[in-house]
């Protein structure tokens, strides 16, 4: 029986909708949740994943600015403009489109701007808050991966969850995310010996490795949710997933599909932290992530 499909796009639009309901309680009280977003060079990829989140912003109501450096910028001009927005009252969330040219160090970029507004969530306080199980603003993608399990009514605590990536922006967020919410969690990455051994066991199998066809339907459990976060460019231009697709629907009860999965819920999440901070800068608390 073929897998389930958990449709990003249709999940994501449902998370929209939900936004836009807080954001016009926020209206009510004078405030326009903003995202500032920082460009540095001239990469098209980057530029295009910016006027996507841009158009994203525009659709629910959130003020949304891009700030266009050149790629010889020097760090002083990048600290000089967060430091001003992270005193804009007017902006609730910034990010920094990653890659950065070689000459800036994105780690020291990255924790100039004030958690508060860490929207993407790769400040080190906000990172570090997961170890001790509390989320303030969680990175985009392992949120958008716990919303889509969430929407699925996908079993967590208790179940065996393998998360093959380790870095620290998807990988180990998303694990220490699941371990929050009692899974028992084992994380892999490419050069596990004998990976076949953890997948077949996992209830939920979530993959972000960056090489396509990684994981086939034979080294699945039946009946496991497989999220695949990998997306691959392949040389006749199609984007593929770490996932092969067509034998792990076979086995799997849900699966996401790339591309239309889990890349959708980004933006979604980034949104949703913006509007998690313009809450915040108000007083107001409300569960995190909102449902």
Same mark, same amino acid.
């Given at each position: 029986?073929?897998?389930?499909? %958990? *449709?990003?796009?249709?999940?994501?639009?449902?998370?929209?909708?939900?936004?836009?309901?807080?954001?016009?309680?926020?209206?009510?009280?004078?405030?326009?949740?903003? %995202?500032?977003?920082? %460009?540095?060079?001239?990469?098209? &990829?980057?530029?295009?994943?910016?006027?996507?989140?841009?158009?994203?912003? &525009?659709?629910?109501?959130?003020?949304?600015?891009?700030?266009?450096? !050149?790629?010889?910028?020097?760090?002083?001009?990048?600290?000089?403009?967060?430091?001003?927005?992270?005193?804009?009252?007017?902006?609730?969330?910034? /990010?920094?489109?990653?890659?950065?040219? &070689?000459?800036?160090?994105?780690?020291?970029?990255?924790?100039?701007?004030?958690? $508060?507004?860490? #929207?993407?969530?790769?400040?080190?306080?906000?990172?570090?808050?997961?170890?001790?199980?509390?989320?303030?603003?969680?990175?985009?993608? =392992?949120?958008?991966?716990?919303?889509?399990?969430?929407?699925?009514?996908?079993?967590?605590?208790?179940?065996?969850?393998?998360?093959?990536?380790?870095?620290?922006?998807?990988?180990? !967020?998303?694990?220490?995310?699941?371990?929050?919410?009692?899974?028992?969690?084992?994380?892999?990455?490419?050069?596990?010996?004998?990976?076949?051994?953890?997948?077949?066991? $996992?209830?939920?199998?979530?993959? &972000? #490795?960056?090489?396509?066809?990684?994981?086939?339907?034979?080294?699945?459990?039946?009946?496991? #949710?497989?999220?695949?976060?990998?997306?691959?460019?392949?040389? *006749?231009?199609?984007?593929?997933?770490?996932?092969?697709? $067509?034998?792990?629907?076979?086995?799997?009860?849900?699966?996401? =599909?790339?591309?239309?999965? #889990?890349?959708?819920?980004?933006?979604?999440?980034? /949104?949703?932290?913006?509007?998690?901070?313009?809450?915040?800068?108000?007083?107001?608390?409300? !569960?995190? !992530?909102?449902?």
């Amino acid at each position: 029986m073929a897998a389930i499909l %958990l *449709d990003g796009a249709a999940i994501a639009q449902d998370v929209y909708a939900q936004l836009h309901e807080r954001i016009q309680r926020l209206h009510v009280r004078g405030i326009q949740p903003g %995202l500032a977003a920082i %460009l540095i060079g001239e990469n098209s &990829a980057s530029r295009i994943y910016l006027k996507n989140k841009a158009r994203a912003c &525009a659709r629910v109501g959130v003020h949304s600015e891009m700030f266009e450096f !050149p790629a010889d910028c020097s760090e002083h001009e990048i600290f000089s403009k967060l430091q001003a927005l992270n005193a804009d009252s007017r902006i609730h969330g910034i /990010l920094v489109q990653l890659p950065l040219p &070689a000459h800036l160090r994105s780690e020291r970029i990255l924790q100039a701007i004030t958690p $508060a507004k860490d #929207v993407d969530g790769f400040n080190w306080v906000n990172l570090g808050a997961m170890v001790a199980g509390h989320t303030l603003l969680a990175p985009c993608t =392992p949120l958008g991966v716990m919303t889509m399990l969430d929407y699925a009514r996908s079993p967590i605590e208790g179940r065996n969850a393998v998360v093959i990536g380790r870095s620290a922006l998807v990988g180990k !967020p998303l694990a220490l995310m699941l371990i929050a919410r009692g899974a028992t969690v084992s994380v892999c990455n490419s050069k596990t010996t004998d990976l076949r051994q953890y997948t077949s066991i $996992a209830d939920i199998l979530a993959v &972000a #490795v960056g090489r396509p066809g990684l994981i086939d339907g034979s080294m699945i459990k039946p009946g496991a #949710v497989v999220i695949d976060i990998g997306i691959n460019r392949m040389p *006749d231009g199609k984007l593929a997933g770490d996932v092969d697709f $067509a034998s792990a629907s076979q086995v799997a009860s849900r699966i996401t =599909p790339v591309p239309g999965g #889990v890349g959708r819920m980004t933006v979604a999440m980034l /949104l949703a932290n913006t509007v998690t901070a313009a809450e915040r800068s108000l007083g107001i608390e409300v !569960p995190y !992530p909102a449902q």
